[in-house]
């Protein structure tokens, strides 16, 4: 039964993906450009990391997949990109720059005052919460909630016009336009969800932080909305952070993938990168605690040990007290996270100055076109994706 | 998964595919998307169940007051007739008789034929007669006192909420700051003061040593009564210093509910949105904060009214308000029972009609509404 | 439990509740006793010599207009006043449990007729309700007021209890034990109510209090023990004297000041209880906030700490959310 409505929903989506392979559009340029960001939780005591020395960059137009355990700081790290966190988070170090599509001026995101963060805030950065359930007004109407959205963005638009523009945007994501009169409790979970996506983009941003915005939905929906976010990535053109703990997701979805562990970022490299060659061993249990897609069923292993406390975070590297791999002095050297051709790895396994093991021939990368090979893999893995999410999945 | 959740999916994705064919979705109406024809009779049945109890409500309330002094030891209706004719010096004519046995009990009739009597006067209007005041039927009394409560209550207990509301939302918002850390501990002290000691307390400061207002009454008992200048005047002045009263006693309850749940509502993912959104700081407040931190405060309307209805009549005492709460404690000193009889009713009745609107403000303002009991 | 202990004895707010509360019990037990032996004063006697005055070295507190000591009448009052709070908490508490426990226990046509019951009692107003009753009964003592205000004063904590009830009998170790066919009493006394301990346990607190200020409004009204001495009589005998209109305040202002700190402390016991079972009240004091960035700025580590902490105060809201919230 339920493989069955998998395999019809995906047959609709086959074909609508697959026409418009071809229209994928060429960008350039970093739209974001993030060093050594730290984020602090305040305490009465000692405060917390939760972020350290996150350093990344984002492309136009890419997906950028992080991926970790709850815990390890990735929800911080949304709050602290989209300049939202609440104390007792507090930004302690670091740059967020942002660049303009228009060419204007770069921003730093930290810097910014509160009135340039909001003027940014929807036309160039927006965002897609876990829940929509949550995320949404529950006492406002949809069109309102996307009406004043529009209309603090541009103020000559009059009502009307905003809810006539609320109704465009549900339609680009296949909901009814008559619903914006609905009030959040009256849509499904999916629709929700979809909605929630569709008012991120009304003001067009150039960039989308998305905080695992499938969890809550179930596999099929998922499937959809992966699909329709590709889509409109593609006639739209923004860049997406995908966060997720779910890294087989990642997979299918991202462009290149960080794994955050302990609030630092471990690795990053491209999708097929992390899939076929994760060097640091945390990326390494993570991948091998789902099944594979195209190769051949192997045995699933998990991580040993339980994700470090914050609060008492363990010396030198923060992964050394679960790692099969430590040697000596991991508990006493933190290991910093090093390039080499594009994938980085924070192990001092591929550290030679630290007596690591240094051996890999790197495989010669090139950042290839990315956007079709994504929803290949979305075509591709959606049926034993399905399979092994209703099985329990990763949480 | 269910059959009827794997079809309302499949619906749903195909829509979701189908990205340019709009109208799927909506024609199917797939889980719990609701037409608004079904949503208007949804709401329409909470109301409809509101009323219900709050008719059950009244009825117990009926049925209490024609109980309860025919609980009591004695003979409650003959010892009013004798204390009646004690007071008045005079024969009790037989219709106010036939009027007090009526609510009091009839030692002739069983209790079945008692109740329709005590219905029957009750759809005339007719709660007996005064013993202090003998002989003004308690209808009357009742009647003039009441105008006096609502203006006093009424006003003072919306003026209340919205103080409460607006600061519970500043403090609220503001947790943690100076502003926070002083005005909530400050108010569960002054909501933590019964209300009759603060009257005490203003009308010494204010009505004794300063002079500013007067000692008793509800105004100057000099003028003419009616709608001229100088009577209304002296109705403000007399009504300023019990009102403040009651509004310094009650918004702390509702600052602090209000401030508690606004500290929550903050933490809510949709007022992170509406941030992330870019507007202004004001909206987010009042249209995404306070709106929805408002709402528990109007189910938890009825436990608070009790409280501010009580205290305001306490209030009353104090000042010698003319309204029903020293008609109450007149009563109650001078054992006027049919008056008390009386105007515990109406209190009663006056408190469930407070508790059906508080309701239906609430239908208006959350579209979940969700029968909560 | 012992851990929950300490981090509720570690708020400032429930320990200075629980030191006021303990201070005024310890009063209403030990008090009356010290003042009859240590200044040998008796709350009742009246001194002709000494009618109406203000505070004194003799007096601390002054005398009535009786020639009472106000001091020694606000001890003893401390007894009757708790006494009564005390009585009607343990009746109202009771009758709470008696109607909450089960509704939400068994729910269905149990709950509807016991929710309907105490969804009665909270609508109607309570004290006019109990005056009316006490009006009944002459000659009232403080036990008969106890026993009336316990007995209209337990709806709320019905609505509670069977709210918590309802969701500890949802739990799979109570659904498992009842599919076991383990006796309904056994389950509703033995696993359910441990469950509620918190609950009742600040339920019986606001029972003190509702007692203690209902006991004051009805002695105001006049309906009390005549012989008995608490802070409502007090308040009550003024107020009768016309104590405002000769400016005795020191009359009628010790009285209610009892009451309100009493009811202070269990209001601030209960806000602990509230940021225990609630973790979203928790705030962090901005001056943290603020050190933390200074720290960080000091430091010097990314050279953005200053500004960081431009903008962060622009955020206006302050809570704590537990460290890793990654959900």
């Given at each position: 039964?339920?493989?069955?409505?998998?395999?019809?929903?995906?047959?609709?989506?086959t074909?609508?993906?697959?026409?418009?392979?071809?229209?994928?559009?060429?960008?350039?340029?970093?739209?974001?450009?993030?060093?050594?960001?730290?984020?602090?939780?305040?305490?009465?005591g000692?405060?917390?990391?939760?972020?350290?020395?996150?350093?990344?960059?984002?492309?136009?137009?890419?997906?950028?997949?992080v991926?970790?355990?709850?815990?390890?700081?990735k929800?911080?790290?949304?709050?602290?990109?989209?300049?939202?966190?609440?104390?007792?988070?507090?930004?302690t170090?670091?740059?967020?720059?942002?660049?303009?599509?228009?060419?204007?001026?770069?921003?730093?995101?930290?810097?910014?005052?509160?009135?340039?963060?909001?003027?940014?805030?929807?036309?160039?950065?927006?965002?897609?919460?876990?829940?929509?359930?949550?995320?949404?007004?529950?006492?406002?109407r949809l069109?309102a909630?996307?009406?004043d959205?529009?209309?603090?963005?541009?103020?000559?638009?009059?009502r009307?016009?905003?809810?006539?523009?609320?109704a465009?945007?549900?339609?680009?994501?296949?909901?009814?336009?008559?619903?914006v009169?609905?009030?959040?409790?009256?849509?499904?979970?999916?629709?929700?969800?979809r909605?929630s996506?569709?008012?991120?983009?009304?003001?067009?941003?150039?960039?989308?932080?998305?905080?695992?915005?499938?969890?809550?939905?179930?596999?099929?929906m998922?499937?959809?909305?992966?699909?329709?976010?590709?889509r409109?990535?593609?006639?739209?053109?923004?860049?997406?952070?995908?966060?997720?703990?779910?890294?087989?997701?990642?997979?299918?979805?991202?462009?290149?993938?960080?794994?955050?562990?302990?609030g630092?970022?471990?690795?990053?490299?491209?999708?097929?990168?992390i899939?076929?060659?994760?060097?640091?061993?945390?990326?390494?249990?993570?991948?091998?605690?789902?099944?594979?897609?195209?190769?051949?069923?192997?045995?699933?292993?998990g991580?040993p040990g339980?994700?470090?406390d914050?609060?008492r975070?363990?010396?030198?590297?923060?992964?050394?007290?679960?790692?099969?791999?430590?040697?000596?002095?991991?508990?006493?050297?933190?290991?910093?996270?090093?390039?080499?051709?594009?994938?980085?790895?924070?192990c001092?396994?591929?550290?030679?100055?630290?007596?690591?093991?240094?051996?890999?021939?790197?495989?010669?990368?090139?950042a290839?076109?990315?956007?079709?090979?994504a929803?290949?893999?979305?075509?591709?893995?959606?049926?034993?994706?399905?399979?092994?999410r209703?099985?329990?999945?990763?949480? | 998964m269910?059959?009827?959740?794997?079809?309302?999916?499949?619906?749903?994705?195909g829509?979701?595919?189908?990205?340019?064919?709009?109208?799927?979705?909506?024609?199917?109406?797939?889980?719990?998307?609701?037409?608004?024809?079904?949503?208007?009779?949804?709401?329409?049945?909470?109301?409809?169940?509101?009323?219900?109890?709050?008719?059950?409500a009244?009825?117990?309330?009926?049925?209490?007051?024609?109980?309860?002094?025919?609980?009591?030891p004695?003979?409650?209706?003959?010892a009013?007739?004798?204390?009646?004719?004690?007071?008045?010096?005079?024969?009790?004519?037989?219709?106010?008789?036939?009027?007090?046995?009526?609510i009091?009990?009839?030692?002739?009739?069983?209790?079945?034929?008692?109740?329709?009597?005590?219905?029957?006067q009750?759809?005339?209007?007719?709660l007996?007669?005064?013993?202090?005041?003998f002989?003004?039927?308690?209808?009357?009394?009742?009647?003039?006192?009441?105008?006096?409560?609502?203006l006093?209550?009424?006003?003072?207990?919306?003026?209340?909420?919205?103080?409460?509301?607006?600061?519970?939302?500043?403090?609220?918002?503001?947790?943690?700051?100076?502003?926070?850390?002083?005005?909530?501990p400050?108010?569960?002290?002054l909501?933590?003061?019964?209300?009759?000691w603060?009257?005490?307390?203003?009308?010494?400061?204010?009505?004794f040593?300063?002079?500013?207002?007067?000692?008793?009454?509800?105004?100057?008992?000099?003028?003419?009564?009616?709608?001229?200048?100088?009577?209304?005047?002296?109705?403000?002045?007399?009504?300023?210093l019990p009102?403040?009263?009651?509004?310094?006693?009650?918004?702390?309850?509702?600052?602090?509910?209000?401030?508690?749940?606004?500290?929550?509502?903050?933490?809510?993912?949709?007022?992170?949105?509406?941030?992330?959104?870019?507007l202004?700081?004001?909206?987010?407040?009042?249209?995404?904060?306070?709106?929805?931190?408002?709402?528990?405060?109007?189910?938890?309307?009825?436990?608070?009214?009790?409280?501010?209805?009580?205290?305001?009549?306490?209030?009353?005492?104090?000042?010698?308000?003319?309204?029903?709460?020293?008609?109450?404690?007149?009563?109650?000193?001078?054992?006027?029972?049919?008056?008390?009889?009386?105007?515990?009713?109406?209190?009663?009745?006056?408190t469930?009609?407070?508790?059906?609107?508080?309701?239906?403000?609430?239908?208006v303002?959350?579209?979940?509404?969700?029968?909560?009991? | 439990?012992s851990?929950v202990?300490?981090?509720?004895?570690?708020?400032?707010?429930?320990?200075?509740?629980?030191?006021?509360?303990?201070?005024f019990v310890l009063?209403?037990?030990?008090?009356?006793?010290?003042t009859?032996?240590?200044?040998?004063?008796?709350?009742?006697?009246?001194?002709?010599?000494?009618?109406?005055?203000?505070?004194?070295?003799?007096h601390?507190?002054?005398?009535?207009?009786?020639?009472?000591?106000?001091?020694?009448?606000?001890?003893e009052?401390?007894?009757?006043?708790?006494f009564?709070?005390?009585?009607?908490?343990?009746?109202?508490?009771?009758?709470?449990?008696?109607?909450?426990?089960?509704?939400?226990?068994?729910?269905?046509?149990?709950?509807s007729?016991?929710?309907?019951?105490?969804?009665?009692f909270?609508?109607?107003?309570?004290?006019?309700?109990?005056?009316?009753?006490?009006g009944?009964?002459?000659?009232?003592?403080?036990?008969?007021?106890a026993?009336?205000?316990?007995?209209?004063?337990?709806?709320?904590?019905?609505?509670?209890?069977?709210?918590?009830?309802?969701?500890?009998?949802?739990?799979?170790?109570?659904?498992?034990?009842?599919?076991?066919?383990?006796?309904?009493?056994?389950?509703?006394?033995?696993?359910?109510l441990?469950?509620?301990?918190g609950?009742?346990?600040?339920?019986?607190?606001?029972?003190?209090?509702?007692?203690v200020?209902?006991?004051?409004?009805?002695a105001?009204?006049?309906i009390?023990?005549?012989?008995?001495?608490?802070w409502?009589?007090?308040?009550?005998?003024?107020?009768?004297?016309?104590?405002v209109?000769?400016?005795?305040?020191?009359?009628?202002?010790?009285?209610?000041?009892?009451?309100?700190?009493?009811?202070?402390?269990?209001?601030?016991?209960?806000?602990?209880?509230?940021?225990?079972?609630?973790?979203?009240?928790?705030?962090?004091?901005?001056?943290?906030?603020?050190?933390?960035?200074?720290?960080?700025?000091?430091?010097?580590?990314?050279?953005?700490?200053?500004?960081?902490?431009?903008?962060?105060?622009?955020?206006?809201?302050?809570g704590?959310?537990?460290?890793?919230?990654d959900?």
């Amino acid at each position: 039964m339920v493989t069955q409505i998998v395999r019809d929903a995906d047959r609709t989506g086959t074909g609508r993906t697959g026409i418009n392979l071809t229209g994928a559009r060429s960008v350039s340029g970093d739209v974001l450009e993030v060093t050594g960001l730290g984020v602090e939780y305040v305490t009465d005591g000692d405060p917390v990391r939760a972020c350290a020395e996150v350093t990344f960059t984002l492309r136009r137009g890419e997906i950028l997949g992080v991926a970790g355990e709850s815990g390890s700081g990735k929800s911080t790290l949304i709050t602290a990109l989209t300049r939202l966190q609440r104390p007792p988070a507090v930004t302690t170090a670091g740059s967020i720059v942002f660049h303009p599509r228009d060419g204007g001026p770069a921003v730093d995101l930290v810097a910014a005052s509160p009135k340039e963060l909001r003027a940014l805030r929807w036309t160039s950065l927006s965002i897609v919460l876990q829940s929509a359930m949550d995320a949404l007004n529950p006492v406002m109407r949809l069109g309102a909630q996307f009406a004043d959205a529009l209309r603090t963005h541009d103020r000559s638009l009059s009502r009307d016009a905003a809810w006539a523009r609320a109704a465009e945007l549900l339609a680009t994501v296949g909901i009814s336009g008559d619903r914006v009169r609905s009030y959040p409790h009256e849509l499904s979970g999916g629709m929700r969800q979809r909605a929630s996506i569709a008012l991120a983009l009304a003001c067009r941003p150039e960039l989308v932080v998305m905080d695992e915005p499938t969890t809550a939905v179930d596999v099929v929906m998922q499937r959809q909305i992966l699909a329709q976010v590709l889509r409109l990535r593609r006639e739209l053109g923004f860049a997406v952070v995908f966060v997720t703990h779910d890294l087989s997701l990642l997979l299918e979805l991202a462009d290149r993938i960080a794994i955050m562990y302990a609030g630092r970022v471990v690795e990053l490299g491209t999708a097929d990168e992390i899939y076929d060659d994760p060097r640091h061993p945390y990326t390494r249990g993570l991948r091998d605690s789902f099944p594979p897609l195209r190769a051949p069923l192997r045995r699933l292993t998990g991580i040993p040990g339980t994700p470090p406390d914050l609060r008492r975070p363990p010396s030198g590297c923060p992964f050394h007290p679960r790692c099969a791999l430590r040697f000596e002095g991991c508990d006493t050297h933190l290991p910093e996270l090093v390039d080499a051709g594009g994938h980085a790895v924070a192990c001092r396994l591929y550290d030679a100055a630290d007596g690591g093991m240094a051996d890999v021939g790197l495989p010669a990368r090139t950042a290839d076109g990315t956007e079709g090979r994504a929803e290949r893999r979305i075509e591709d893995g959606i049926e034993r994706r399905a399979e092994h999410r209703t099985e329990g999945g990763a949480r | 998964m269910t059959t009827t959740e794997a079809a309302a999916a499949i619906r749903d994705g195909g829509a979701a595919g189908g990205a340019m064919a709009a109208g799927a979705a909506a024609g199917g109406g797939p889980g719990r998307g609701v037409p608004g024809a079904v949503r208007a009779v949804r709401r329409w049945g909470f109301l409809l169940r509101r009323l219900g109890f709050y008719a059950a409500a009244a009825a117990a309330a009926i049925v209490l007051n024609f109980l309860l002094p025919r609980l009591m030891p004695g003979d409650p209706s003959s010892a009013i007739v004798e204390e009646l004719q004690r007071v008045s010096g005079q024969q009790v004519p037989p219709e106010t008789l036939e009027s007090i046995r009526g609510i009091f009990g009839d030692p002739d009739q069983n209790l079945g034929q008692q109740f329709v009597q005590y219905l029957g006067q009750l759809a005339r209007f007719d709660l007996g007669v005064s013993v202090v005041n003998f002989p003004v039927p308690v209808s009357e009394l009742v009647l003039e006192a009441l105008p006096w409560t609502l203006l006093l209550v009424g006003t003072t207990t919306v003026l209340a909420f919205v103080l409460g509301t607006g600061l519970g939302v500043i403090a609220g918002w503001k947790a943690g700051s100076r502003l926070d850390s002083i005005l909530t501990p400050l108010t569960a002290f002054l909501s933590s003061v019964p209300y009759f000691w603060v009257a005490l307390l203003a009308l010494w400061v204010f009505g004794f040593v300063l002079g500013w207002f007067p000692l008793s009454g509800g105004y100057d008992a000099n003028l003419a009564e009616g709608f001229n200048l100088p009577f209304l005047a002296s109705v403000l002045h007399y009504g300023a210093l019990p009102a403040a009263t009651i509004v310094f006693s009650a918004f702390g309850g509702w600052l602090l509910g209000m401030r508690n749940m606004t500290v929550t509502t903050v933490r809510e993912d949709y007022v992170l949105l509406a941030q992330a959104k870019g507007l202004s700081r004001g909206r987010v407040i009042l249209r995404y904060a306070a709106r929805n931190a408002m709402l528990p405060s109007f189910t938890g309307f009825a436990m608070a009214l009790g409280g501010v209805i009580g205290g305001a009549l306490l209030t009353e005492t104090v000042f010698s308000y003319p309204g029903i709460g020293y008609l109450l404690f007149e009563s109650l000193n001078k054992r006027d029972y049919p008056m008390m009889q009386g105007v515990f009713l109406i209190v009663t009745l006056a408190t469930l009609l407070a508790n059906l609107l508080a309701d239906s403000l609430y239908v208006v303002l959350d579209p979940r509404i969700r029968e909560a009991g | 439990m012992s851990a929950v202990r300490r981090d509720l004895l570690r708020g400032w707010k429930v320990r200075a509740g629980l030191s006021v509360l303990a201070f005024f019990v310890l009063l209403a037990l030990f008090g009356p006793w010290l003042t009859a032996s240590v200044p040998g004063l008796d709350p009742r006697a009246n001194d002709l010599t000494a009618i109406g005055l203000p505070p004194s070295a003799e007096h601390w507190l002054g005398t009535t207009q009786f020639g009472q000591d106000v001091l020694a009448q606000t001890i003893e009052g401390t007894r009757g006043s708790l006494f009564v709070g005390f009585l009607s908490a343990v009746i109202g508490t009771a009758l709470a449990i008696l109607v909450g426990l089960p509704a939400g226990y068994f729910g269905g046509r149990t709950d509807s007729w016991l929710n309907f019951l105490s969804n009665l009692f909270i609508v109607m107003p309570v004290l006019p309700l109990i005056l009316i009753v006490a009006g009944y009964m002459q000659g009232t003592g403080l036990w008969v007021i106890a026993l009336i205000i316990g007995f209209f004063g337990w709806s709320g904590g019905a609505r509670t209890i069977r709210a918590q009830a309802m969701s500890v009998s949802n739990r799979d170790f109570v659904l498992a034990m009842r599919t076991l066919g383990e006796p309904h009493h056994r389950l509703l006394f033995h696993e359910v109510l441990p469950h509620l301990t918190g609950w009742i346990a600040a339920m019986f607190l606001q029972g003190v209090i509702g007692g203690v200020m209902a006991e004051a409004g009805l002695a105001f009204l006049g309906i009390s023990d005549s012989g008995a001495i608490s802070w409502g009589t007090m308040i009550q005998a003024a107020q009768q004297q016309s104590a405002v209109l000769r400016g005795m305040w020191w009359w009628f202002v010790p009285p209610g000041l009892c009451i309100a700190l009493v009811a202070t402390a269990a209001t601030l016991v209960n806000f602990g209880v509230d940021e225990l079972s609630n973790p979203k009240l928790r705030t962090v004091r901005r001056s943290v906030v603020r050190r933390t960035r200074d720290r960080a700025g000091s430091a010097g580590s990314a050279g953005s700490a200053d500004r960081a902490g431009s903008t962060d105060r622009a955020d206006g809201v302050v809570g704590q959310s537990p460290v890793g919230s990654d959900a």
